[in-house]
């Protein structure tokens, strides 16, 4: 019977190790594992974030209006493209705020 109760007391700790070991490691949130091949119009995109560094693949993932998460190639010019359109819509928002923040 003792050698059960040390079995099942050495398990729980082990799981309360992992358990916690997990809740406080560093890693990527989100990695893409592929890419979309298909162009999204800029208009359907809300934002943007690049993959972490510890990601496999080096990636950008797109979140569109309705909400969806779409990774793409960071290397592929439609991308780049992309990239560039929202930051300067980005862009022209802040500028716009701080002009309407100006006037109040």
Not at 11 to 29: H, K, T, W
């Amino acid at each position: 019977m003792r050698p059960h109760c040390i079995f099942i007391a050495c398990l729980v700790l082990f799981a309360f190790c992992s358990l916690a070991r997990s809740q406080f490691s560093q890693g990527p949130d989100k990695c893409c594992f592929s890419f979309s091949n298909v162009k999204i119009p800029v208009k359907q995109v809300e934002s943007y974030h690049i993959t972490h560094l510890e990601c496999h693949r080096s990636g950008i993932i797109f979140i569109t209006k309705d909400h969806r998460e779409i990774c793409a190639d960071r290397m592929v010019k439609w991308v780049q493209r992309l990239q560039s359109l929202v930051d300067e819509r980005s862009l022209k928002n802040i500028v716009s705020e701080i002009s309407s923040g100006d006037q109040a």
